[in-house]
């Protein structure tokens, strides 16, 4: 029973940027939101998280609107690498729950 | 510095068997997390443990499915008398606290009941 709501897939150009939204219209005060990713049939892989600000790593960047009632994941230069499976989820203390995440597909 | 580490990394099991699946967290990671991942579908949530106390158990099934990490050694996810619809990818995950890291997950132990 994920918290959030994703689209089913993406499609991005190499080299291009790719921004994956995600909806957490009933997110908590006090509940952060993860992003994962699961390459083929490889355990996930955590990327970034953040609760208010925008976050952004070596990885990644996260953007969380000022209402924190959505967010949207950043690659800012997408290989072939990045093709996978994006989760975003909110986490209260014990639930890390996957939903069924956006497939990525980066093209050439 | 190994990350999570799991074994076996494939596991075939005969119906009426017992699966055990072994999962050493990063060092000075305190929480562990198991998963299941059926084929073509998500990441299930099964249960969460500290050391030596199961903290949520509400994604385990009721019967067959106990899961253990003991002070010393390895989390151990147990499955008595497995099925055919047991055959999935088993993940582990862990973590050094609750709130500020993100989990990393082990590579998985993909069992197969024959």
């Known amino acids: 029973d994920a918290k959030t709501t994703q689209p089913p897939s993406m499609d991005c150009a190499e080299g291009r940027a790719a921004n994956l939204p995600c909806n957490h219209s009933?997110?908590?005060?006090?509940?952060?939101v993860y992003w994962y990713r699961q390459i083929h049939s490889q355990g996930p892989q955590y990327i970034i998280h953040?609760?208010?600000n925008n976050e952004t790593n070596e990885m990644a960047s996260l953007i969380i609107t000022e209402d924190r009632k959505s967010s949207t994941l950043i690659l800012p230069h997408a290989t072939l690498r990045d093709t996978a499976v994006y989760y975003c989820?909110?986490?209260?203390?014990?639930?890390?729950?996957f939903g069924a995440g956006t497939r990525l597909t980066v093209k050439p | 510095n190994a990350g999570v580490m799991q074994n076996p990394r494939h596991l075939v099991r005969r119906r009426g068997q017992e699966a055990r699946l072994r999962c050493s967290p990063m060092?000075?990671?305190?929480?562990v997390y198991w998963y299941r991942q059926l084929p073509e579908e998500g990441l299930k949530f099964m249960v969460y443990?500290?050391?030596?106390?199961?903290?949520?158990e509400s994604g385990m099934p009721k019967e067959r499915f106990s899961a253990e990490f003991p002070k010393e050694g390895p989390s151990i996810l147990r499955i008595q008398q497995v099925v055919r619809g047991d055959s999935a990818a088993y993940f582990c995950?862990?973590?050094?606290?609750?709130?500020?890291?993100?989990?990393?997950f082990g590579s998985g132990t993909r069992l197969t009941v024959v």
């Open positions: 995950a862990s973590s050094p606290t609750r709130r500020d890291y993100g989990y990393t």
């Open positions: 009933t997110i908590s005060g006090n509940e952060y």
């Open positions: 953040g609760l208010k």
């Open positions: 989820i909110v986490d209260n203390n014990n639930d890390m729950r």
């Open positions: 060092k000075g990671h305190s929480h």
């Open positions: 443990l500290q050391k030596e106390n199961i903290i949520d």
